[in-house]
């Protein structure tokens, strides 16, 4: 991460910061409402949504690797998985080095779901992205990143390759 912009102190007042926080807040709920919405006619929630995406994103990552992506406890990311499996949106097979690896890949109807979810959001992140421009995008990674605990950084580095 490039060393902190000092060109103006302006950001760091109680008033930027509090203002960032609601624009994120809102940003966020109205971001997932309609995948929220989605999910929850089907009985799953933002958990299962989650754990589809990365699934999708990295096919076989195993339940550690997710369990580490997502930050959640082996208990809570269990029973989402157990759902999805149970769905048939998620296959579970064992490693083929080390059986005791659990790997998830998305099943056909998975993908079907998750991708119509992202088709929806990419939509409004391709909307924002136009009216804020490159400059403001690279400008807003930069904050989201910098959120990032370092130590997680490189799980989330390694998704974009």
Not at 5 to 27: N, P, T, V, Y
Not at 48 to 58: D, E, L, P, T
Not at 61 to 83: A, F, H, N, P
Not at 136 to 161: C, F, K, N, Q, T
């Amino acid at each position: 991460m490039d060393a902190p912009k000092l060109s103006s102190a302006l950001f760091l007042h109680d008033s930027a910061i509090r203002r960032g926080m609601e624009l994120m807040i809102f940003a966020q709920s109205r971001f997932v409402r309609s995948a929220d919405d989605k999910l929850a006619e089907i009985g799953l929630g933002r958990a299962h949504h989650r754990a589809m995406y990365f699934i999708g994103r990295k096919p076989d990552i195993t339940v550690g690797e997710l369990l580490t992506l997502l930050g959640v406890t082996k208990q809570s990311l269990g029973r989402v998985m157990k759902d999805l499996v149970d769905r048939t949106l998620v296959q579970m097979r064992h490693g083929d080095h080390d059986r005791r690896h659990r790997l998830l890949r998305l099943t056909d109807a998975g993908e079907a779901l998750e991708q119509a979810l992202y088709e929806e959001q990419r939509e409004k992140m391709a909307r924002a992205y136009s009216h804020a421009g490159q400059e403001a995008v690279a400008g807003y990674w930069s904050v989201l990143e910098a959120l990032i605990p370092e130590a997680s950084r490189v799980h989330v580095d390694a998704l974009g390759r």
